[in-house]
């Protein structure tokens, strides 16, 4: 086999995912998770070729994670058809407008966006050290979840708040799920039988982590994420939007500290919040059918909030040509898109349960009657697709 696939690297704080991905064939060779890193628990997984398998790592950091790595991907034969390493890191400030090789400046540049993702970038920098180390030989590249955000026009970015603390401390809103975005909009303008350079979508990635983006012409110009992940829609355990002022609130009422009300807004909120059950939308969705309240109230918050947030964002396109949905929720969750399509009927949509109802549990196709226009549709993201297709292209 030739060198033409590419390894991709996702670190997490606790956790590397990864995979082996041919950009032209868009064959998958293997992919998987390392999780629970830093612990007696932590463990490998993966699947070659559809088999799964699994390997105790105890103890093991990033680093000896990506050593058993590599010894997996020895045993499968692949490491001599790797031709390069694509991480992904998460947060690129305004230093990275698109993906770039890794050199010195470009890991001075991520170490200098460390105070945007406190948690993310030094674990992502990790990630790319150990590699270079494992992988000597191989160029190694970064793809950013902000970097497709940066065509953003500054109205959309910038906090009404005063403008030394963008200047000297760069507090603007930055955005997120970017490859992401990236992806499905090239697919659905393929799907729509769109030029991408004369298209106007809006998107919405629904995951654990939701999102939304009104996309231009191939660029994000609007997007509901900020300065950090918490901002915008409800998500699996974030609030999204509140009112900033809840923070005092907090303290005075509850006496909460700032740690506390970050983690009760990033990790006890959102879907989980208000259901008081999961963050799961699997769960929530059965919940409700069984008649749970607090669920079916989560529900609501979650598509109202969506809806609203698409409708608003619409003014940055001036018009809509399809409404994507994406994400593990996005992709599978029917009554989810039926109620956002169905509150956004101001717009033209008309859903058709036949076609809504057919991609229940993945598969993509427009989810509107067929002589609609603007369309819905549904798009599978692929983000790991993406990265090799950068890191592909910026070997080449
Ligand atoms: P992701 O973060 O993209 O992997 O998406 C995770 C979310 O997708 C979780 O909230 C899951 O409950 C949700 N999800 C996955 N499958 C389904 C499904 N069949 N119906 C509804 N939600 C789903």
Redesign the pocket.
């Known amino acids: 086999m030739s060198q033409e696939n590419i390894l991709i690297i996702n670190c997490g704080s606790s956790s590397l995912k990864f995979a082996v991905i041919n950009p032209q064939t868009e064959e998958e060779f293997i992919n998987g998770l390392a999780e629970r890193l830093g612990s007696p628990e932590a463990g490998l997984r993966w699947k070659i070729n559809g088999e799964k398998g699994k390997q105790a790592i105890a103890d093991a950091d990033h680093d000896a994670a990506i050593g058993a790595l590599l010894s997996l991907l020895r045993d499968a034969n692949l490491v001599e058809t790797i031709a390069a390493v694509g991480h992904r890191v998460v947060h690129g400030g305004e230093s990275f407008k698109e993906s770039c090789l890794v050199t010195d400046e470009a890991m001075q540049a991520i170490e200098d966006c460390t105070h945007l993702a406190p948690l993310h970038n030094p674990a992502n920098l990790t990630g790319i050290r150990v590699a270079q180390k494992y992988f000597p030989e191989l160029p190694q590249t970064v793809v950013f979840d902000t970097s497709f955000h940066q065509t953003m026009p500054k109205q959309a970015y910038m906090y009404a708040l005063p403008y030394s603390l963008y200047r000297e401390h760069g507090v603007r809103r930055y955005g997120f799920h970017g490859t992401s975005y990236r992806y499905v909009a090239k697919q659905a303008c393929e799907m729509l039988g769109l030029e991408e350079n004369n298209s106007a979508l809006l998107i919405a990635h629904l995951?654990?982590?939701a999102s939304a983006s009104a996309v231009l012409n191939g660029e994000s110009v609007d997007t509901t994420m900020g300065l950090t992940p918490l901002e915008g829609l409800v998500m699996?355990t974030r609030s999204g939007d509140v009112d900033a002022n809840l923070f005092s609130f907090l303290n005075k009422e509850c006496g909460y500290d700032i740690q506390q009300i970050t983690d009760l807004l990033n990790k006890k909120s959102g879907l989980l919040g208000i259901s008081e059950l999961s963050?799961?939308?699997?769960t929530i969705?059965e919940a409700m059918e069984e008649g749970h309240e607090q669920a079916t109230l989560a529900m609501d918050v979650f598509c109202y909030v969506l809806a609203k947030k698409l409708a608003g964002m619409s003014v940055a396109l001036g018009r809509i040509d399809g409404l994507v949905f994406t994400?593990?929720?996005g992709e599978?969750?029917d009554i989810i898109r039926k109620r956002v399509v169905e509150m956004m009927s101001i717009f033209g949509f008309e859903l058709s349960e036949e076609l809504n109802l057919k991609h229940r549990?993945g598969g993509e196709g427009v989810i509107t009657t067929n002589e609609q226009c603007p369309k819905a549709l549904v798009v599978a993201t692929n983000e790991e697709l993406m990265i090799a297709r950068d890191t592909a292209a910026l070997i080449a």
């Open positions: 995951g654990n982590g699996g963050n799961d939308c699997r969705e994400g593990g929720i599978n969750s549990f």
